[in-house]
């Protein structure tokens, strides 16, 4: 882990990277958001310019449910942005050019976050801004040697069909860090992630798709625990399934699963009201669509509107993860969301918040467990996407079990690390939340 003095001079980098770059937000209602507008009509928002993002309604049928058919707000993006981080070698040891960046959703002003990370209207400058830093080593790789390159999807409970390009390009020789950047390495990022809302969910995605971001990295196992994690991550060492198994049961779920969505008006939405400049569930669960008008220092345009999504509650992300033959292996839950591009991901054991399920009738499987337990391995709350969302944060856990699962259980299989590292070579396996907790996970790895 990283020693308290190295944390103090990361926040001192933070607080002098923040004399500089600043942000004020301020909620507005959605009627009165500058450049955005209300569709006659379907009462869709819009931005004035017909690019960057839309918030519209998605009717979703899902038989066999404990709840069949719903309808929600949600944000349809259709843009493919760029999350990317600069690596280079210094001694043999990993180095990522990382940025201190504001969001107008972020919970607790900078975060850690990717070199790069831009939509396609923000890097196209749709908005006449500044010129992104360093996007030219990501929109021209020739020359460059890329370790990552793959299109990555996002939360599908409130993005429809959204997909980022989460890149690592490796650059040789001395690149100018520009203010508000700084060279960490993949150990010292691991020794930030305890830090509430430091490491921001877009250097998460990017990082756990990585290749060797586990294991690979061990110097020493000290105990029986830390042994077991640095196996699951070698590929020499066999999972309760094999790679092949777990991509079967991957097809199964999506094939059995019928999921059907449509995007529709906003307008006359059941169970939601758009009164006093939001859009809510008339429950007040769920989350809340609301308006934000942005003043920023530091940023590649100084002031903006735009809605954003708040949610009720602080979620829950948790890995149940169980020694099988010497081997550390992860509860993962094929999970269907109405956003997913192809119906069903692999998530996390847990994925919920808690409070939303006093309106919904079944409680998530191993929640009670996961809040009960006290063998915690990690424990932290960490913002999720401070661009679109307002004040997201789920509580991160990684939580030893003695859970029983069938082989054959519908629902659950239990992979290790490298069976993981396999499936985020390719696209729309692994969900954002389990992304992230990937991270978690390898950042208990120990390392010299």
């Not at 890097?123 to 992104?132: A, D, E, L, S, W």
């Not at 077991?228 to 059995?256: F, K, M, N, Q, Y």
Request: aromatic letters at 8%; charged letters at 20%.
């Amino acid at each position: 882990m990283l020693a308290a003095r190295d944390t103090d001079a990361v926040h001192a980098w933070l607080a002098r990277t923040a004399e500089h770059s600043w942000m004020n937000v301020e909620r507005v209602p959605l009627d009165g958001l500058a450049g955005w507008l209300t569709e006659p009509g379907t009462g869709n928002l819009r931005h004035h310019t017909g690019r960057f993002f839309s918030v519209e309604s998605l009717a979703v049928d899902l038989p066999g449910t404990p709840v069949p058919h719903w309808s929600q707000p949600i944000i349809n993006q259709p843009e493919i942005g760029i999350l990317g981080i600069l690596v280079r070698e210094v001694d043999g040891v990993l180095h990522c050019l990382m940025q201190a960046k504001h969001e107008p959703g972020n919970a607790n002003g900078l975060q850690l976050s990717p070199t790069v990370q831009a939509t396609r209207s923000n890097y196209t400058r749709v908005h006449q801004g500044k010129p992104i830093p360093y996007l030219e080593h990501f929109r021209d790789t020739s020359g460059h040697h890329v370790l990552v390159d793959i299109r990555q999807s996002e939360q599908g409970a409130w993005f429809y069909r959204k997909r980022n390009r989460n890149m690592v390009v490796e650059v040789d020789g001395a690149i100018e860090v520009r203010e508000g950047f700084r060279w960490f390495t993949l150990g010292e990022i691991a020794g930030l992630m305890t830090v509430p809302d430091l490491v921001n969910m877009d250097a998460r995605t990017v990082l756990a798709c990585l290749p060797g971001g586990g294991a690979a990295l061990a110097r020493a196992a000290a105990d029986p625990f830390s042994e077991a994690l640095v196996r699951s991550g070698d590929p020499a060492t066999p999972g309760v399934h094999t790679t092949g198994e777990v991509l079967s049961w991957i097809t199964e779920v999506r094939t059995r699963t019928d999921l059907r969505v449509a995007l529709g008006p906003l307008a006359g939405l059941p169970d939601w009201t758009r009164e006093d400049g939001v859009i809510a569930h008339r429950s007040g669960g769920f989350f809340t669509v609301v308006g934000v008008d942005v003043r920023a220092g530091g940023r590649e345009v100084g002031t903006w509107s735009q809605p954003m999504i708040e949610p009720v509650g602080t979620g829950v992300i948790a890995f149940l993860v169980k020694e099988i033959g010497g081997v550390l292996h992860v509860l993962t839950h094929a999970r269907t969301e109405a956003g997913y591009a192809d119906v069903t991901e692999l998530a996390p054991t847990v994925q919920c918040v808690p409070e939303t399920h006093d309106h919904l009738p079944v409680r998530p499987r191993f929640l009670d467990e996961v809040l009960g337990s006290t063998r915690i391995r990690f424990d932290a709350v960490l913002s999720e996407e401070g661009g679109r969302f307002l004040g997201a944060r789920n509580r991160y856990l990684v939580v030893e079990t003695d859970a029983e699962v069938a082989r054959d259980d519908p629902e659950y299989r239990w992979l290790t690390l490298h069976q993981y590292e396999e499936l985020l070579r390719h696209s729309f396996y692994v969900n954002i939340q389990a992304r992230s907790l990937l991270l978690c996970l390898r950042s208990l790895v120990p390392r010299g």
